[in-house]
Structures are given as structure tokens and as C-alpha cells.
């Protein structure tokens, strides 16, 4: 049976196993294994990921029999590498597989992916030696299947 209410952990897993399944190194809020730096901290090589992050936001609607079905759900995706360029390239690629590879949702259609914010490229100096950040935000239109 299609479930008519939106499972925000179902979409959240099938973005992971999507952007996993692409080839990139993906952690659910955090890094994933093998990520980051791979000896010391600036004295080793870097190896970038994304992070997903369901975020606030977003609205549920559908037809008068089921008002809630329909799901415009809201994520964050950011992309971390060790230089500007690096997090730039892996933010490139994860928007391309994001917009490109469709999303597999049991009893569910995701009927769009929108890009919804280009996050721009943000240094972090917060950590030593510093990241650099691209954090995207995406919309995804979710329905019964």
C-alpha cells in the first residue's frame, strides 16, 4: 500500500545511498570513514565529502482525500574539501548527480529536484588548518508513487 505521508528519513537515506553509489565519500550530518585528512592535519592529503542535512523548511499539501501526501521537503548538502577549488569540484559534481540521478523512494515519486540555493564557498578558520565549505540547498518534491 502507498503510504500518503511523507517519510522525511526514507528521502534522507535515499539521497546517501545515491551520492555513495555516485562514488563520493557521504556522511548522514557528519564525516563519513576515511574522510578528512589522511595523516596530520596540513601535512597530508585531504580527502573531500558531503555532508546531507535535512533541514527546517519546506511544506506538505495533496488533494482534499489526502492533504499531506505531497512533500516539498528542504536539504543542505555541503560539500568540504581542504582547498577552495577541491570543495568547489565536489560540490560541482554532487549538484550534478543531485539534478541528474533519479532518487528511489519505496511507495514514494520524487517528481523534482530543485536546486534551490547555491551556497557559494566559505572558509572556515574555525579549524586549523582551515576548510573550505559549498553548502547547497536543494528542494525535493516528493508524492505517492
Known amino acids: 500500500m502507498t503510504s500518503l505521508l511523507h517519510r522525511g528519513g526514507d528521502v534522507t537515506t535515499a539521497i546517501l545511498n545515491m551520492l555513495a553509489a555516485a562514488g563520493f565519500l557521504v556522511g548522514d ?5 576515511g574522510a578528512g585528512w589522511q ?7 585531504f580527502k573531500g565529502y558531503v555532508n546531507v ?16 501526501a505531497d512533500a516539498a521537503a528542504d536539504y543542505q548538502l555541503i560539500s568540504i574539501g581542504a582547498r ?12 550534478r548527480a543531485m539534478l541528474t540521478t533519479p532518487l ?20 572556515d578558520d574555525g579549524v586549523q588548518p ?14 505517492p508513487s
Open 53 to 68: 542535512h535535512a533541514t527546517p523548511g519546506g511544506t506538505t499539501d495533496g488533494p482534499i482525500a489526502a492533504p499531506r
Open 39 to 45: 595523516g596530520p592535519p596540513g601535512a597530508s592529503s
Open 84 to 95: 577552495r577549488a577541491q570543495a568547489e569540484q565536489i560540490g560541482d559534481d554532487v549538484r
Open 130 to 143: 582551515a576548510l573550505f565549505y559549498v553548502s547547497d540547498r536543494y528542494r525535493l518534491l516528493v508524492v
Open 104 to 123: 528511489f523512494v519505496a511507495d514514494r515519486y520524487v517528481a523534482e529536484t530543485r536546486l534551490d540555493m547555491l551556497g557559494g564557498v566559505i572558509r
Open 29 to 33: 550530518g557528519e564525516a563519513p570513514d
